[in-house]
T-cell receptor, first 114, second 111 residues
Framework: EADIYQTPRYLVIGTGKKITLECSQT?????MYWYQQDPGMELHLIHY???????EKGDLSSESTVSRIRTEHFPLTLESARPSHTSQYLC?????????????FGPGTRLTVL | GNSVTQMEGPVTLSEEAFLTINCTYT??????LFWYVQYPGEGLQLLLK?????DKGSNKGFEATYRKETTSFHLEKGSVQVSDSAVYFC??????????FGTGTRLTVIP
């Protein structure tokens, strides 16, 4: 079973608040990812990292930011939450060689911005 | 470019029915192919994978065969159970790129 954790699992917050979604993995994986999953289920890659001090924007433009100061930790921050940020956020990690191995997903954070 | 086209749902089946969820792909190079499953309220879990042409991935009674000639990776199960109700995602990795997901197919199995 994969060891990747996300907190909180559920968050309801008011507009304008700053929030940080936490993601940690204990597998020593180099690569980590954040996906946004809309109500229609489709997954959109919003950020990824190939290692410490590496962060890249994904396919879907996002107002969030990420950091990768430690291998095991990849938090996502929204400086000023808006109702349009309401979504499910999934964190994932994977080894460097993803040609034969794959990504492991956390349980997700369901964010609601009022 | 890389993309995955997945059969749209939702799919509703009776218990013990045969399941097929179609998936076709476009990729540069030689991709690895995956099926992920998402149970209600949870993250995605790897269901099965195939890393080269003609490979068959299998797990929990599900199977999918990597067909290079038809660029397909259809998911099948001979007899579905209520516990198989979930959302299924087809995905690929090509080269050093990230995972490309299909849009997901929601399966509901009724007793």
């Amino acid at each position: 079973e994969a060891d990747i954790y996300q907190t909180p699992r559920y968050l309801v917050i008011g507009t304008g608040k700053k929030i940080t979604l936490e993601c940690s993995q204990t597998m020593g994986h180099d690569k980590m990812y954040w996906y946004q999953q809309d109500p229609g289920m489709e997954l959109h890659l919003i950020h990824y990292s190939y290692g410490v001090n590496s962060t890249e924007k994904g396919d879907l433009s996002s107002e969030s930011t990420v950091s990768r100061i430690r291998t095991e930790h990849f938090p996502l921050t929204l400086e000023s939450a808006r109702p349009s940020h309401t979504s499910q956020y999934l964190c994932a990690s994977g080894p460097w060689d993803t040609s034969t191995d794959t990504q492991y997903f956390g349980p997700g954070t369901r964010l609601t911005v009022l | 470019g890389n993309s995955v086209t997945q059969m749209e749902g939702p799919v509703t089946l009776s218990e013990e029915a045969f399941l097929t969820i179609n998936c076709t792909y476009t990729a540069t190079g030689y991709p690895s192919l995956f099926w992920y499953v998402q149970y209600p309220g949870e993250g995605l879990q790897l269901l099965l994978k195939a890393t080269k042409a003609d490979d068959k991935g299998s797990n929990k009674g599900f199977e999918a065969t990597y067909r290079k000639e038809t660029t397909s990776f259809h998911l099948e199960k001979g007899s579905v159970q209520v516990s198989d109700s979930a959302v299924y995602f087809c995905a690929l990795i090509a080269g050093a790129n990230n995972l490309f997901f299909g849009t997901g197919t929601r399966l509901t199995v009724i007793p």
